[in-house]
């Protein structure tokens, strides 16, 4: 079994079965050409706000603001489908948000839950739209368990796709199969069927989250936080615990707004420009127009610590968070506690998370937290974009208080001395120290460029090493592995597969040049990486830092730059390394390492999941 495989340079005895490709995917060549873009475009759309004196507090949505009318701009696709019919999403309460760090002392145990995935019509920031989500409710429900605690997961499929649940960031060691990635560890879920997601948490402790990982399925709103506790986890004390999911939001339907992407006239066009948001959330709440009435906004207590908790729940851009007034401590990073460190603000890419103390030690009042969008990314104008979402943390006065309403359009405000921004490259790991020499090396190019020919109909693709992936049909890469052909019959994965194969225990290395003018926040699934060295442009053999390498599973790599990673290749199966931008995974921005084959093929996969694959 073979497809495209990766650059690789063996320092041990590992066998790789690469071989080079012209840029290809499942079934064919093509020619192409450079991706053209627009210049970058930072338009600030600032909207006259006016307060709306009444708060429905029993309903944990926050006060009522109502905004000038901005028209929706071009990233809006019509819904294709008629949503009369549809139930409404209901939106969490603000007592949802908080925490139960107690249960942290409770035996292991095993935590059952049932997910029912369905379509319906929500208005998350006060514009109607489609919507994908589980339970009736976006962000879907939060898990929160113990190290060493089993989960249960029954997922129903009631959507008309199939779909998976992937666990971010977690190992699944020896459970491959159940890490929820579609066409690689398993075949999507069938529609009107149900798919049990069994397996122990091991390793893994600190902020994480859960998304569907089929197609753009989660840019619609099948997301929820993932909060693993352990008693040893090395951070500092505090008194509350509370996650806080921040997104940004398209009105449009996803598949819309994706063929629009492929298409030769691209979404505004100009091939390869991203959809550009609408606006975006704060646990499910957005402000957009005259049309919005709620802020999120939890109530707090005077002079306690308490740790947010932040996942960039989005699908494009990274979230610029900040608390007016206040200064934020940075104790963990994707799961990786690190030495404390003191910021104003901090931007979270897509799919990363980071934890921070907030000192309840100002002048009791209520004060606006901020979650603004990274107009950085933005490709062209979209007029009615919301460009920050507002919520309200308070303490030490009534439920009823609301900030100064005069700071709600003006830059946030910072308490005397404070200090700036975050910069990734001052963290340090608390438990840090210096990583294995490699024994095995990757290397990786990335490039997105626009593809003609009769297999692409003229799309805009991704290419990782010349190979654009495209999700296998009726089978998995993990499933052809262990002899569950593709869907023509083959045990040879097609070309659009590029997968390195480690058959032995590794330290390895992979080397990736960003040849493309975007940035990209690419995640290595079943693994943490050390990142040891980056740099501007092409690798050129330069030397590593490995005093105290950070360690994460989600890292933006800029334009035109290089990153060499490192992770001790000992967990079996197969592992996607993605970019996490929801458009460019769909465009083919994926790579695959088949970790210890003769260990995966012992995996005791439960047959019915197999069974499904014909009907996915």
């Known amino acids: 079994m073979a497809g495209s495989s990766a650059t690789h340079e063996s320092k041990g005895d590992a066998h790789d079965l690469a071989h080079d490709h012209a840029p290809t995917t499942a079934n064919g060549t093509k020619s192409a050409s450079g991706r053209p873009r627009k210049p970058l475009i930072i338009l600030a759309v600032i909207v006259a706000a006016f307060v709306v004196l009444g708060l429905a507090l029993g309903l944990g949505l926050g006060l009522g603001l109502k905004h000038k009318h901005s028209s929706e701009g071009a990233a809006s696709a019509n819904p294709t489908a008629n949503t009369t019919n549809l139930q409404n999403v209901a939106t969490p309460k603000s007592a949802d948000a908080f925490l139960s760090p107690e249960i942290v002392d409770e035996p292991p145990t095993t935590r059952t ?29 939060t898990i929160e368990a113990n190290v060493g605690d089993r989960i249960v997961v029954n997922v129903t499929n009631k959507v008309s796709n199939s779909t998976s649940i992937h666990w971010h960031g977690l190992y699944q060691r020896g459970t491959n199969f159940y890490d929820g990635s579609m066409a690689i560890t398993q075949c999507g879920i069938p529609t009107g069927e149900s798919m049990v997601y069994n397996f122990t948490f091991d390793g893994f402790v600190g902020s994480t989250w859960w998304h569907a990982h089929a197609g753009t399925q989660y840019t619609d709103g099948i997301t929820g ?33 994706l063929n629009l992407y492929h298409t030769p006239g691209g979404i505004d066009g100009t091939p390869g420009n991203e959809p550009v948001p609408d606006g975006g959330t704060i646990n499910g709440v957005g402000q957009y127009g005259s049309s919005n009435t709620s802020f999120f906004n939890v109530t707090l207590e005077s002079n306690k610590t308490y740790r947010l908790r932040l996942v960039n729940t989005g699908s494009f851009v990274a979230m610029e968070f900040s608390v007016d007034n206040h200064t934020l401590e ?13 910021v104003s603000s901090l931007s979270i890419a897509v799919a990363q998370r980071y934890s921070v103390l907030l000192r309840t030690n100002q002048t009791a009042g209520a004060y606006w937290f901020r979650s603004g969008l990274d107009q950085d990314a933005f490709t062209y104008d979209n007029p009615g974009v919301q460009t920050e979402v507002r919520g309200i943390i308070r303490y030490g006065v009534d439920n009823g208080t609301i900030p100064d309403v005069a700071l709600l359009d003006s830059p946030p405000s910072l308490p005397d001395g404070a200090p700036g921004d975050l910069d990734t490259t001052d963290l340090v790991p608390v438990d840090g120290g210096p990583a294995p020499d490699s024994t095995f090396s990757v290397y990786l190019t990335i490039s997105m460029q626009y593809a003609s020919g009769p297999d692409y109909l003229s799309r805009f693709l991704s290419f990782i090493n010349s190979t654009s992936w495209e999700p296998l049909l009726k089978t998995s890469s993990l499933f052809a592995h262990l002899g569950n052909h593709t869907a023509d019959g083959s045990a040879t994965l097609a070309d659009s597969q590029l997968v390195t194969t480690v058959n032995e225990v590794h330290v390895v290395d992979m080397i990736i040049d960003n040849l493309d003018d975007g940035d990209h926040p690419f995640h290595l699934h079943g693994h943490k ?41 000992d967990n079996p199966g197969f592992w996607a390394f993605h ?3 929801q458009w460019h995974m769909a465009a083919g921005l994926l790579f695959q390492l088949n970790m210890l084959p003769s260990e995966s093929s012992k995996f005791n996969i439960p047959q019915y999941m197999v069974d499904q694959c014909q009907r996915a």
């Open 330 to 342: 940075v104790i963990e990073a994707d799961g990786t506690a690190v030495e404390p460190f003191a």
């Open 529 to 569: 990486f050390w990142i040891m060295q980056s740099g501007v442009g092409r690798y050129q053999g330069e030397s590593v830092d490995n005093e105290h390498p950070m360690q994460r599973d989600t890292l933006v790599i800029p334009a035109y730059t290089h990153v060499l990673l490192r992770f001790v290749g």
């Open 225 to 257: 936080a993932l909060i693993i506790h352990a008693k040893n986890e090395s951070v500092p004390i505090y008194d509350g615990d509370i996650v806080l999911q921040l997104a940004d939001l398209y009105h449009g339907f996803s598949p819309d707004l």
């Open 113 to 141: 839950y049932n997910f029912t995935v369905e379509e319906r019509t929500g208005s998350p920031d006060g514009v109607q739209k489609r919507m994908l989500v589980v339970n009736g409710q976006y962000p879907g429900p």
């Open 579 to 581: 970019c996490h931008i």
